[in-house]
């Protein structure tokens, strides 16, 4: 599951304010987890086109993780580590040239598009 949240940039306390942000991802598959990263980053692209300049983040509570190398999938999907939170959480980021073209995922409905549905999906500068 990949989920991407767009939080207007005033809303946002940490310093990422205005990038894209992963809020959720789990694999629950035998596919490697840095290979769904990749795409779900191709399906953000295609769903909300370009990019915002500081790119798409994540972040990590070591504490909850088994991995004795937290945020490893994000850095194997060509992530880097960018910093941590006034919280202690890992803060991981992928900036626009670093990013997969985008692919629609199958089932895309691009009826569904940002600007479609204007009450529904508000438009980001």
């Not at 767009?6 to 987890?33: C, D, M, T």
């Amino acid at each position: 599951m990949w989920v991407t949240s767009w939080p207007f940039a005033e809303y946002v306390k940490h310093e990422w304010a205005g990038a894209w942000v992963n809020s959720l991802f789990r694999n629950e598959s035998r596919i490697l987890s840095s290979e769904l990263i990749r795409e779900g980053v191709a399906a953000t692209r295609a769903f909300y086109g370009d990019p915002p300049d500081l790119g798409i983040v994540t972040f990590v509570d070591s504490s909850k993780i088994r991995s004795t190398n937290p945020g490893y999938c994000y850095l194997m999907a060509g992530w880097k580590r960018i910093g941590k939170t006034k919280g202690g959480l890992d803060a991981l980021g992928q900036s626009p040239s670093e990013m997969p073209d985008p692919i629609a995922p199958k089932g895309f409905t691009p009826s569904l598009l940002p600007g479609k549905i204007p009450t529904l999906l508000p438009q980001h500068p």
